[in-house]
């Protein structure tokens, strides 16, 4: 990020605007919807300039901008359409110390003014540093379509009403008040009778909520997904923006924690294999005692937290505790494995089950079924198989697996930089050390990626299916 988003008070404060034309206009217009006091340079400006000025909205000065000029002055914009008028009122802006913008020149801008939706006191900034204006302008419309411009008279009417609120708790129930006020009755009250209706209806909201009963916390156990945010639920979205306290495995991806509410208090509680890690008890202890404050905790687990996510000895912890909690599933490593190798994890005729398992266990390296999984066409997905490698192939080839058997790697599923290599049962400990796998890894046995049908012209091989 070249660019800090920030929001200027610009309340009788001097901004300086030199040019008169159309560009000048636009400029102004978003100026004027600030309570700066504009001061506009430029000879033969357009009526509408003119107009602004006689209405007493700016002050014009038909002549070329001069250093006293700028004394003072927080913003001076170069709006001229002249890249060496600009460039000289540039100079003379950065002189005197104020933040300088030269209308569509990046390079010469100390700031960029974004995209607005005003909703004023909500305002929505919009910027790509310049990158895609399509897009600024995409975004804008899918706000002012999301936004009614009853939302600003809302949060002008709310605004009045902080302070009365604040007999309300911090936290969930205050919140609740504000979102039952902004999405619920508050648009529903200005429809039915205007300001004065919403008003009402704020009095009348804080009394129930002030005479409610203190909310229970509770806790939800809810799957992240694999990485992709587009694959989180809907539900686990909803809850993301709802939650008092996250607290999440090292392996959810950052993208995802952003969707948390900002307020939010967000704690890594990671266990990593091999690293320092948080004991399952202390996980339970932190749920339980943020749920007994009444906050609403969301646990975010990797992939699905019903595989292969300790699952069952925090829901006996919260059960224990008397906590209320619920689960909420989500799309598991090798879901999005298969997808991303753009196969199925079942096919008729090949295989009718599939194993999903896991390389260690609380003893170590896990033993399973390894006659089924070494006959032609057994698919398992392979969790938490990097270390495990070696001991995989030992296991299988001593059941009689094929040692072409297909094993694909799949490292950071869904994830923006997933790598998908093709090994087989024999090569596997080594594709995985000389590829420099270091991200959490599945192993699909029994399954290549699908090779397209163009691919397999191009390389002049016939696909044979592994049997
Ligand atoms: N509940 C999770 C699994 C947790 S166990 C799920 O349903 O996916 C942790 C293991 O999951 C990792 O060691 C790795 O084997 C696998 N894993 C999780 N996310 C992954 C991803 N994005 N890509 C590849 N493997 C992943």
């Not at 008092?244 to 990671?270: M, N």
């Not at 202390?282 to 699905?304: E, T, W, Y």
Request: hydrophobic share 50%; charged share 20%; proline share 4%.
């Amino acid at each position: 990020m070249k660019h800090f988003p920030i929001f200027v008070n610009l309340v009788g404060q001097k901004v300086v605007l030199a040019g008169g034309g159309e560009t000048a206009v636009a400029k102004l217009r978003l100026i004027l919807k600030t309570e700066a006091e504009v001061h506009v340079f430029g000879s033969d400006a357009v009526d509408q300039i003119v107009a602004w000025a006689d209405a007493g909205r700016i002050r014009l000065y038909e002549r070329a901008l001069q250093a006293e000029d700028c004394w003072g002055a927080r913003l001076v914009y170069a709006a001229q359409d002249d890249e060496i008028l600009d460039a000289r009122v540039a100079r003379i802006g950065r002189a005197t110390g104020a933040m300088v913008n030269v209308v569509d020149n990046l390079k010469a801008s100390m700031f960029i003014t974004p995209a607005i939706v005003d909703r004023d006191p909500v305002t929505v900034a919009i910027g790509t540093e310049g990158a895609a204006p399509v897009l600024a302008r995409h975004i804008k419309k899918t706000f002012e379509d999301a936004l009614p411009p009853s939302l600003g008279l809302l949060a002008r009417l709310g605004q009045t009403f902080r302070g009365a609120v604040e007999v309300l708790p911090m936290g969930r129930k205050r919140r609740n008040f504000w979102s039952k006020f902004y999405f619920e009755r508050g648009p529903l009250a200005l429809a039915e009778g205007g300001e004065a209706a919403v008003k009402a209806e704020l009095a009348s909201l804080l009394t129930t909520n002030v005479e409610s009963k203190d909310l229970a916390g509770r806790v939800d156990l809810v799957g992240a997904g694999p990485g992709d945010p587009e694959l989180l639920t809907l539900k686990a979205r909803k809850l993301m923006h709802e939650a008092d306290i996250v607290i999440h495995d090292q392996l959810v991806a950052a993208p995802i924690l952003e969707l948390a509410r900002r307020e939010a208090i967000i704690i890594e509680a990671g266990k990593t294999g091999f690293g320092h890690s948080w004991k399952q008890e202390d996980i339970n202890d932190l749920m339980i005692s943020h749920a007994a404050q009444g906050h609403h905790v969301v646990r975010l687990k990797s992939g699905d937290p019903v595989v292969f996510g300790r699952l069952d000895e925090e829901m006996d912890a919260l059960d224990a505790a008397g906590v209320d909690w619920a689960i909420v599933p989500g799309i598991s490593a090798a879901s999005a494995a298969a997808a991303g190798m753009r196969v199925s994890l079942t096919k008729r005729k090949r295989n009718s089950a599939l194993q999903f398992l896991t390389a260690h266990d609380v003893n170590g390296f896990a033993n399973q079924q390894w006659w089924d999984l070494a006959q032609p066409g057994a698919v398992a997905a392979v969790y938490m198989g990097k270390k495990a490698a070696a001991f995989l192939r030992g296991r299988l080839l001593m059941h009689g697996a094929a040692s072409n058997m297909p094993v694909t790697i799949v490292e950071n599923a869904s994830r923006l930089n997933q790598r998908i290599l093709q090994a087989t049962l024999m090569d596997l400990p080594e594709v995985l050390e000389t590829s420099s796998v270091n991200s959490p890894v599945i192993l699909l046995v029994g399954l290549a990626p699908r090779v397209t049908a163009k691919a397999m012209i191009d390389l002049n091989i016939a696909q044979t299916e592994y049997s």
